[in-house]
């Protein structure tokens, strides 16, 4: 039996609703448009020298859109492999191991390339 409070807010029994499903599609949307930025940021330095590449890279417009691709590609793959342990991880406790090793994995990921960013922004 589900209350009316519950059919208007579309959750479960776990109290989680869509909130994984529409995350996982905004990412993935996101990430297909900051994809198709990215790869012209690239195909518009390639075969320059280092250092205008450096700089090209480095310009707040292109570092956000590369911290930005970097975070939302993280998160979309953390829910993505979350989703896959849940269906499929049957013992409790390797569950938890897997779902913690999983989003440290991601957001470390996502730290390193985010830090990478930045420091060709700053001029490091």
């Known amino acids: 039996m589900r209350t009316p409070l519950a059919r208007i807010r579309y959750l479960g029994s776990a109290h989680a609703g869509t909130d994984h499903f529409w995350r996982q599609r905004v990412t993935g949307a996101a990430n297909i448009v900051l994809a198709l930025l990215a790869a012209g940021i690239i195909a518009s330095v390639a075969g320059r020298p280092y250092g205008e590449v450096v700089h090209a890279v480095g310009s707040p417009l292109a570092a956000a859109v590369f911290v930005l691709l970097f975070v ?20 409790p406790g390797l ?10 994995f991601s957001y470390g990921l996502a ?4 830090v990478a960013v930045m420091k060709l922004a700053v001029g490091g």
């Open 72 to 91: 939302a590609t993280a998160v979309h793959m953390r829910i993505g492999m979350q989703i896959i342990i849940e269906d499929y991880i049957s013992a």
């Open 95 to 104: 569950k938890v191991v897997l779902l913690v090793a999983n989003t440290l």
């Open 111 to 114: 730290t390193v390339a985010v």
